[in-house]
């Protein structure tokens, strides 16, 4: 390697470098270093604030206990849908997991509003009950903390059903073989043999659904503020309504530490996955299970499951955005197009839909880019100290959306550099958001890249940047494609970070969805978000014809 090569790939990583200390360090610090601060000196008065008062340390408790629950519920009803698509005869299998991925797919506050309007007391689904049963009240209250648990369960079980899947379908099945030969019955062989093989993968998709109910704002905040109920986000939420900075940063604090302690036990957790034989060099298959006479009773069971939480809530949604008024009589006359249309005049509408077009585009565009300069060090290039900035950049992925959000407030709503109030700051706390999904992206796609192309162009005297321009991106350019959609995807309808930035005029599509949500603007609120329902599906059909149907649902 030349001085001139080695001079130019030290000073892009110390460019990159700089854009992670910016981004992602500085800000993260802020939030830690501000909590123990007191008008500018040390102080736990912060921290005694959170355990003096029990709506505070009631929220944390709240958070930890709906966060469990969510976990078990998800683990047992991920690993039997897993176990009955992958190892069993069921019909329609293929079908039956891509509308199980379709929750997932959808913003988790869009699932909130759609719950509302079956469940809530004037929904589809309540009324319906009240018609049939003569009840004036339903036995549920989707305004409670089971009402969180059952749509936090609803939206991220999927997390446990691919991890599980994907165990399944790789596991070695020569044990179970050998024990059904020795006469096992299939109950025995699964559990003394199966169960035990994937238990590592159930408890990694338990802990990924966790972490996700831990730091999710949009379910608790719709379903929650209106039953008194509070999390950590939504308590921190109304700490910057106050506001409180020293009370947001002690409970965002509170937040990463479980955060990190869950990240902790999934770590260990795949570091002892060696002592499980799960993966196997040889190229026997897993045996399906025979159904038989159960074959289709159960069939009929998942498909009714699959269809209430997939497409009943959808299809929720959309009536409600083309009924004329909320609890319209479900007649032709009843339907109308004048809430799509109210939505493309309004100018807070119009401006949301613009504002997160740019945001997502320009996070998805600046990610994307740092990102495979990022893994071009890494995996690639093998810079010293390639790999710490791998590392920095994946670091949001373990933060919580809320407190990154509180980190921006922190670090650049003050001069010499003051983004507060606009899209600005939005836009940097994207980039903090995303930059993990690109820079893993991103890393996949590079390592599928031969080492050899790019040795040959540099022994032929070829630079780094004609190299990258005429050899790696190339290559990489449809995996770059796919990550940059599957970046602008969540961030066109991304709420958390932006509800606690915006301000006016710089308004983001969730921030509206949610706003009209609750000040009772059910149909307009409906008709936005099946607007960004139908981006996202278009985005995901894009991320599959590129990927191959590696990619999205």
């Known amino acids: 390697m030349t001085t001139s090569n080695f001079d130019r790939r030290y000073l892009l990583m110390m460019a990159v470098g700089l854009f992670i200390l910016l981004v992602v360090i500085y800000p993260l610090w802020q939030v830690f270093f501000r909590s123990f601060l007191d008008a500018g000196a040390f102080s736990l008065k912060s921290y005694r604030k959170v355990f003096a008062y029990p709506a505070y340390y009631r929220a944390l408790l709240n958070s930890v206990w709906v966060s469990c629950v969510t976990a078990a519920l998800c683990m047992v009803s991920g690993t039997l849908l897993a176990f009955l698509v992958v190892r069993t005869d069921l019909p329609g299998k293929k079908s039956l997991r891509t509308l199980l991925v379709l929750p997932y797919a959808l913003p988790s506050f869009f699932a909130a509003i759609a719950w509302i309007q079956l469940l809530g007391p004037q929904g589809y689904l309540a009324r319906l009950f009240f018609q049939l049963s003569g009840w004036e009240t339903a036995p549920w209250n989707i305004y409670s903390a089971g009402g969180i648990v059952f749509v936090l369960t609803v939206h991220y079980f999927i997390l446990v059903f691919i991890t599980v899947a994907g165990a399944l379908e790789r596991m070695d099945a020569s044990l179970e073989e050998a024990a059904r030969a020795s006469g096992a019955n299939t109950y025995r062989i699964m559990r003394e043999i199966t169960l035990p093989l994937v238990l590592p993968a159930i408890l990694a998709g338990g802990l990924l659904a966790f972490i996700g109910a831990l730091a999710n704002f949009g379910i608790p905040a719709l379903l929650g503020m209106r039953a ?69 009773p159960l069939f009929s069971c998942t498909a009714v499951f699959v269809f209430c939480i997939s497409i009943v809530p959808i299809f929720s949604m959309v009536l409600t955005a083309l009924l004329k008024y909320w609890g319209a009589p479900l007649a032709q006359a009843s339907l109308t197009l004048e809430h799509f249309a109210y939505i493309l005049k309004l100018d807070t509408g119009r401006r ?24 071009y060090m890494h995996v690639k290039a093998r810079l010293k100290g390639s ?50 999904f690109a820079v893993r992206t991103t890393n996949s796609t590079l390592q599928q890249i031969h080492n050899s192309l790019e040795e040959a162009a540099r022994v032929s005297g070829a630079k780094i940047f004609p190299r990258l321009r005429d050899i790696i991106l ?7 494609i796919a990550g940059w959609i599957l970046v602008f995807m969540p961030a066109l309808r991304e709420l958390t970070v932006s509800i606690l930035l915006y301000a006016y005029h710089t308004e983001t599509i969730g921030v509206v969805v949610f706003n009209l949500q ?26 599959r014809r590129l990927t191959g149907g590696a990619a999205g649902f």
């Open 352 to 375: 949301a839909i613009v504002n997160s077009l740019f945001l997502a585009a320009v996070a998805a565009t600046l990610t994307t880019f740092v990102g495979i300069l990022i893994s």
């Open 228 to 296: 008194r109920f509070f999390v950590l986000t939504t308590s921190i939420y109304y700490a910057l309504a106050i506001p409180d900075f020293g009370l947001a940063t002690a409970l965002s604090s509170m937040l990463v530490v479980v955060a990190l302690v869950s990240m902790t036990f999934q770590f260990a957790l795949q570091k002892g996955e060696g002592r499980y034989t799960v993966i196997s060099g040889k190229s026997v298959r897993p045996s399906e299970l025979r159904l038989r006479s159960m074959r289709y």
């Open 518 to 543: 609750d000040a009772g603007y059910r149909e307009v609120a409906a008709a936005l978000a099946s607007i960004v329902m139908g981006l996202l599906i278009v985005g995901n059909t894009v991320i």
């Open 387 to 436: 790999r710490i900035l791998d590392f920095l950049a994946t670091i949001p992925y373990a933060v919580p959306h809320t407190v990154i959000a509180i980190a921006m407030i922190l670090a650049w709503a003050k001069p010499p550099v003051s983004l507060y109030g606009t899209l600005w700051i939005i836009l940097v706390a994207y980039l903090a958001v995303y930059l993990p």
């Open 474 to 480: 190339p290559l990489a350019w449809p995996g770059m």
